[in-house]
């Protein structure tokens, strides 16, 4: 439906919208305040329309054009109601489908037994059995191992349930999800875990070598450990370059036995060199010496604490314990080593000794401990959330099975969409030439449905010409003679006839009401017709601009049953926008019209130009009984003529208010118009006789003169017109 118009700097509108959510719109404007020009602006393909749902086929209206395109331009014949002031010919075109249908049937018989008898043909479709067959064997053969397994009912899930042509839809339907190496025995490896295995795994303690590494760093190993330089005998134990095999002799012999040589076994030694002994391994020396004994011990009780089978005994250790023996003893090889070097120092503390550095060996172990660690908390997590982990799992599983399968897949469908191309090719002008046959027939039963409508259509307008008191004339057959070389039935047409007079009076000999009538009932039969095969909203503009009152309530009565018409219990149509002029015969609409589905507008014409607003019923009723009085004063002299200047003052403050938007008041200060507006502002206990001596008749010529000056002629004269 329509949901809102905007007329925009069209004719006499600047910029006013028109909004409704009802089906029926009753529309109210005196003449020339733009009806016609917003009948004619209601169009499918107006861009300043806004629908709430634009499903409609078809905008039909009725107004002066409409009557001019179908009745004026084509005289006296006229075509049946439903093609609306076009010419067509059913039965010709009839003949000529027939004849297509006939054509083309034979047309698809041959193109069949050509096709039939094509070798290629079926060996195409056995091409295309075999190459899906294949496909479907490889994907149900999943199915079949996995029923094997002990893990299959988990893989399977729901799919175990499907018969085999689901299971192959079903797997084909599946995504592809990122699953980076992971692979289908990963997945059977954690399945199993899952199924059988609840237990949660601690995770590994990383090496911490910390005091090692405090052990190495001592300084002691870069310095030049020797004895007292002072000692006479400090030359002589330099040249051996083995202070400490010196220091055990003396240690080990001379300390205990005093002066026995440890070699020659006679008392050779002498308190003098046994003195300079002493002198050389003094205190500093010694405490070197201890210090780093007790580094090496320190560093060995760390070694000691090192145990693999902490390590070893974890099922994710001996999962990759090659990796884990590799790096491990890569670290225990380092640390062995620099225990060597410490005892060499100590055998040797004259030299430096740059210890080896530990820390890429132990940062390799650590990081595949924390590589393990980061397993053992993943594999905790899966068993924590078992149902979501299996879910995960069983579509990843899927996921690599259709990835491994994939460009079989597609080399298959390929094929296949190779095989279809030329399959369709050997059916294709088949296939159109069935769609071309289909379509003649849907229009040959088409054509021969509305052949029957009009047949309907002449006898409802006839019923209701006669209904209207016009039983002078109708509408009758009509068999066109210009018309040779054709068969009987396509002579066949309409036109109007008189009773009892010339049959060759064409539709310009009518008059206007009569013209208005049958166009009309032309229009309202056209809606019918037409509303059955689609969406249609219907315009109506003064359809009784010309029909005295006593056809003004039939008019009434045939728009309110044309919006009660019902294709089973939904509306016939969908919208409908009725205007008028006639206030008689808009009071009548509102009246018997379905006040729920209806909404009032008026449309205003001033100095702005036309405005649509919503309507005023009490003060357009006021409107006219004022007019009424001022003909009953100025034509029919009913009324006393004293009457006349409060007649007037409403009619103008009515004008001024209502249709120009204006301030009446501004008279006051017109040259032209101030004396008049004086006259309308005298009361009505104006003595008699001071009344008679006014010159009344020169107001009543400038009372009609400002509606000329307004460019409001045409409204003046529809007012005072009977």
Known sequence: MIKSITMKNIGSYKE?????????????????TGKTLLSKNIKIDNEYIEWDEKNIDEIITFNTDYILKNFYEVKEKFEPVFYMGQNPNIIEKNDTIKNKINNITEEIRQLEYNTNNEVNKSSLIIMKKNHQEKLEKLIWNIKVELEKKDIGTILLKDMNKKGKSLFLKSFLDKK???????????????????????????TLEYLNLDNI??????DIFNKIIVGNKNSKISEYIEKLNNAEWVKQGYTAYIEKDNNICPFCQKETITNEFINSLKEYFDISYNNDINLLNKLLNN?????????????????????????????Y?????KLNIISRQIREKILKPNIEINLENIDNELDQLNNFINYINKKIDNDNNEINNQEATKTYLVNIFWSIKKTELQQYINDINNEIKQLDKQIIVCN?????KNKELTTLKKEYEENLTKFKNVEEAKKNINNQLKNMGFDYFYIDNYIDETIINSPEEDKHKYKLVRKDQNNNQDFHSFSEGEKMIISFLYFIEKCKSAAKIKNIIVVIDDPISSISNNNLFEIAFIIRKLTELKNQQTELFKQFFILTHNIYFFDELKRTINHDASKLFQIYRTDKGSIIGSLNEKNLYKYLAFWQTYKEITIKKNINQILLPNTMRNILEFFYSIILKDDFNKLKNDSKYSSLYRFVNKETHFFTDEYETLPVDKYIALFEQLFKDKNYAHHFKAMIKE
């Open 299 to 327: 560093f060995d009780d760390e070694l000691n604490l090192l145990n693999k089978n902490n390590y070893i005994d974890n099922k994710y250790i001996q999962a990759e314990i090659k990796i884990f023996d590799e790096k």
């Open 428 to 432: 294709n002008k088949i296939i159109e």
């Open 176 to 202: 592809i999800i990122q699953h980076n190496d992971v692979t289908s025995s990963d997945i059977y490896t954690k399945l199993y875990r899952l199924k059988n295995d609840t237990g949660i795994t601690p």
């Open 329 to 333: 003893y890569s670290l225990i090889n």
């Open 213 to 218: 590494k405090k052990i190495i760093s001592n």
């Open 16 to 32: 006013t919208k028109l909004e409704t959510d009802k089906r029926i719109n009753l529309i109210f404007g005196f003449n020339g």
